[in-house]
């Protein structure tokens, strides 16, 4: 299981504007008061948990018998805008067929003046006690710049839905912890997904959608969707909390790519059995709040390993985690 999934955090907006949930707000007006505070965060804290409850059950045709995969995790997260910099810890568990590993993590990411960014990841085995720092750097552009540009670009959510984004503003304010919010919701399937493709290809001259590794990988989507909640602090415009699952969705298709594995080892004289992926949840939830931006600070133990060559890639580290 990669683990640099877990670094990817998107991170908006801070300022104060005194004001409560308007039901004449719609998504024009809204997004452009998001994109006014976004420019002036210096900071954020976020937390995020992360899980997955589903089993596979296979049948012989006379028993059927349910193997569990089950992964839940927590990360707590820092991060300054100016000059970017990260801090992420967090732990988690999982369990699949039979087998469990318990994982805890640490990731520091910081940028130099040129923009570059360097992240050091530490991942630790709760079983064997034992862990290993990995380093790497993204020195082929320059985040800080990137950041910055990125005030001057905005979006509307109508300009989302021509990219198969189409969001819906609830009609009455959510409450997120006694918090007033704007509840944005959008839902993520293999349709949006085409729409996504084609209007990346008017914009690069290639039409993703035609080619045959794409058109299979979005076969094996079918059925499934992400269902998104976006809730906005009613008084200062603020992402303050994000909702997605794919509860609900049809994993028929994973199914039948599964019980086509399963023929494959098969023969005549022991046919293959049936299998069906079956989910109860898989969801993710993270609540941000905004302030000052965070001192982050790379731990000694971390530059000892980089400057020692005992520090691993990210990938390397990534696959010893899941072999060992």
């Known amino acids: 299981m990669k683990k640099r999934l877990l670094l990817g955090l998107v991170t908006l907006t801070a300022a104060s504007m005194l004001c409560g949930f308007d039901s004449a707000e719609t998504l024009d007006s809204l997004s452009e008061k998001m994109n006014e505070a976004s420019v002036t965060v210096e ?11 589903a089993a596979i059950n296979v049948s012989d045709g006379t028993t059927t018998s349910s193997l569990g995969v089950v992964a839940n995790g927590g990360f707590d997260y820092g991060i300054a805008m100016s000059p970017f910099a990260m801090e992420m810890t967090g732990s988690m568990k999982v369990s699949a067929m039979g087998q469990g590993e318990d994982i805890t993590m640490k990731t520091y990411a910081m940028t130099d003046e040129s923009g570059a960014m360097k992240t050091y990841t530490y991942t630790e085995d709760s079983a064997t006690g034992t862990g290993a720092w990995a380093v790497e750097t993204v020195d082929n552009i320059n985040i800080n710049e990137l950041l910055e540009s990125s005030k001057n670009m905005t979006m509307s959510f109508t300009d989302l839905s021509e990219w198969g984004l189409a969001f819906e503003l609830a009609p009455e304010a959510a409450d997120v912890d006694g ?3 704007y509840l944005l919701s959008t839902v993520i399937d293999t349709d949006a997904l085409n ?6 290809g008017e914009m690069t001259g290639q039409d993703l959608a035609s080619d045959e590794n794409v058109s299979m990988a979005l076969s094996m989507l079918t059925g499934l969707q992400l269902k998104i909640e976006y809730y906005v602090d009613a008084a200062t415009y603020l992402p303050v909390k994000i909702h997605m699952d794919m509860n609900g969705s ?5 199914s039948t790519l599964l019980n086509a594995y399963m023929g494959s080892m098969g023969s005549e004289d022991a046919p293959a059995s049936t299998v069906e992926l079956a989910v109860n949840d898989i969801s993710l939830d993270m609540a941000t709040s905004y302030g000052a931006a965070p001192e982050v600070t790379v731990p000694q133990e971390a530059l000892d390993a980089e ?10 580290l990534a696959d010893s985690v899941v072999e060992g």
């Open 43 to 53: 900071g954020a804290t976020a937390s995020m948990t992360m899980n997955l409850d």
């Open 179 to 181: 918090t007033e919010c």
């Open 195 to 200: 729409t996504l493709l084609q209007k990346a």
């Open 250 to 254: 049809d994993f028929s298709t994973l």
């Open 307 to 316: 400057a020692s060559g005992a520090a691993e890639s990210l990938e390397d």
